[in-house]
């Protein structure tokens, strides 16, 4: 059974430019969560898509956004980038939502 | 707000040197203790689920405990190879989905 796939593993980009990852669950797996990953803060919570829809959503400004797809595909999207932007994202699946939540192996946004 | 703190910050050990990393977490509402691996460059691997105090799990060299304020992980005569941050997170709260709550984190060097 294929894991959590994230793509692209690395992303370059310049201040003031949008960007978008992409992350495809584990099969049958409806809920999918993004984390920041960063030294300071460690991992920090998003927000989370199940059925298509936010279920939750974290502390951060509203210029990190997501979308999810019939399929459970999910999309993140950060906008108008900052230098303190540049982390490791990651996509997280489960079920139902509740219980163990598996990890892809992130992206890589570094912010220049 | 769920808080949650992992000690040591960082851990050096022997091989065949046993020790315990700490987890101390203040919530409302635990419906899971979690317990994940993360090797650099990679997102973090899922250990154990823990749900009620006094529950315990194990695999191989390692041994998750759980008490109503805060959980252990155990390392049995370790090796090399299970060098290694080791990731504490919580799920908590009626409304909250998938949220996880992490800690920062041990990072633990086992020397050959």
């Known amino acids: 059974k294929a894991g959590v796939t994230q793509t692209p593993r690395y992303l370059i980009k310049t201040r003031g430019q949008q960007v978008t990852l992409s992350c495809s669950p584990i099969s049958g797996h409806r809920s999918v969560s993004w984390y920041q990953q960063t030294p300071g803060q460690g991992l920090q919570f998003l927000f989370e898509?199940?059925?298509?829809?936010?279920?939750n959503k974290g502390n951060f400004p509203g210029r990190f956004s997501g979308r999810q797809f019939s399929n459970s595909r999910s999309e993140m999207n950060v906008s108008t980038l900052e230098l303190g932007d540049s982390a490791l994202y990651l996509c997280?699946?489960?079920?139902?939502?509740?219980?163990?939540?598996?990890f892809g192996a992130g992206t890589r946004l570094s912010v220049l | 707000e769920d808080q949650v703190t992992q000690s040591p910050e960082a851990l050096r050990l022997q091989e065949g040197e046993s020790s315990s990393l700490n987890c101390s977490y203040t919530v409302s509402g635990l419906r899971g203790l979690f317990w994940y691996r993360q090797d650099p460059g990679k997102g973090p691997e899922f250990l154990f689920t823990?749900?009620?105090a006094g529950e315990e799990k194990e695999k191989e060299r390692l041994k998750a405990t759980l008490t109503k304020k805060e959980s252990f992980l155990h390392i049995t005569a370790p090796k090399p190879e299970d060098s290694a941050t080791y990731l504490c997170?919580?799920?908590?709260?009626?409304?909250?989905?998938?949220?996880?709550?992490f800690g920062e984190g041990t990072q633990l060097t086992v020397n050959p």
């Open positions: 997170a919580v799920q908590a709260g009626e409304t909250s989905g998938s949220r996880l709550t």
């Open positions: 997280a699946s489960s079920f139902l939502g509740d219980g163990i939540q598996y």
């Open positions: 898509y199940f059925s298509e829809t936010q279920r």
């Open positions: 823990l749900y009620s």
